[in-house]
């Protein structure tokens, strides 16, 4: 089995990043949480990765493996989310009743976001027919490579505990933990840039 490659996503290859990582998330436990209903999870999800990850369209910090089953949407130094566009998502898609909760879970991620410059990942995922090829892995690989050029941390938030020691493998150390009464363990994680 070859090792898959790792190439930035253009801009007009944007719906097919969004599909695999609409598909990678499908069973993940805080995506699923915030939209348990199938049906909206699958119409909402789209839209937020994009609110949430797109951003790195506009600097080229958007990676696929050129199998077209995973990709990485990465944010460098400077470069946020939408938070207007994510706030009127769940505005949207989210009972009244849950919006507080929902609200203090995201400001509970706000509050362990490093102030200094660092790179961050808001999604990474591989098609769930595609795992155990290495493809997380090799974009992972790839990504960090810049960070360590640069000389810059890397900091992400890993919404599912079977994805914690591929990101230690990778040199991320917890932080800590995010969760509210009803919610899913979700672990902030950061790695310092290797010589």
Same mark, same amino acid.
């Given at each position: 089995?070859?090792?898959?490659?790792?190439?930035?996503?253009?801009? &007009? *290859?944007?719906?097919?990043?969004? +599909?695999?990582?609409?598909? !990678?998330?499908?069973?993940?436990?805080? %995506?699923?949480?915030?939209?348990? &209903?199938? *049906?909206?999870? #699958?119409?909402?999800?789209?839209?937020? =990765?994009?609110?949430?990850?797109? %951003?790195?369209?506009? /600097?080229?910090?958007?990676?696929?493996?050129?199998?077209? /089953?995973?990709? =990485?949407?990465?944010?460098?130094?400077?470069?946020?989310?939408? $938070? $207007?566009?994510?706030?009127?998502?769940?505005?949207?898609?989210? %009972?009244? $009743?849950?919006? $507080?909760?929902?609200?203090?879970?995201?400001?509970?991620?706000?509050?362990? /976001?490093?102030?200094?410059?660092?790179?961050? #990942?808001?999604?990474?995922?591989?098609?769930? =027919?595609?795992?155990?090829?290495?493809?997380?892995?090799?974009?992972?690989?790839?990504?960090? +490579?810049?960070? &360590?050029? +640069? !000389?810059?941390? %890397?900091?992400?938030?890993?919404?599912?505990?079977?994805?914690?020691?591929?990101?230690?493998? /990778? !040199?991320?150390?917890?932080?800590?933990?995010?969760?509210?009464?009803?919610?899913?363990?979700?672990?902030?994680?950061?790695?310092?840039?290797?010589?």
């Amino acid at each position: 089995m070859s090792l898959p490659m790792v190439q930035v996503a253009q801009s &007009d *290859e944007q719906s097919s990043v969004v +599909q695999t990582i609409t598909l !990678g998330f499908s069973a993940d436990p805080i %995506a699923r949480w915030i939209w348990p &209903d199938a *049906e909206v999870y #699958l119409k909402t999800m789209p839209l937020f =990765a994009v609110a949430f990850g797109g %951003a790195g369209f506009d /600097h080229s910090t958007v990676y696929a493996t050129n199998c077209g /089953h995973a990709a =990485a949407m990465w944010l460098p130094p400077g470069v946020a989310s939408d $938070d $207007d566009a994510i706030e009127a998502i769940f505005e949207e898609t989210v %009972a009244a $009743d849950r919006m $507080d909760e929902i609200g203090s879970f995201f400001e509970q991620m706000g509050s362990f /976001h490093p102030h200094e410059p660092c790179w961050y #990942l808001p999604l990474i995922a591989a098609d769930p =027919a595609q795992t155990g090829r290495g493809l997380g892995a090799a974009l992972m690989k790839h990504a960090l +490579q810049k960070c &360590d050029q +640069q !000389g810059l941390p %890397a900091y992400l938030e890993s919404s599912n505990p079977r994805n914690i020691s591929l990101y230690e493998r /990778h !040199g991320f150390e917890v932080m800590g933990k995010i969760e509210t009464p009803s919610s899913p363990l979700m672990t902030t994680m950061l790695r310092q840039p290797r010589a």
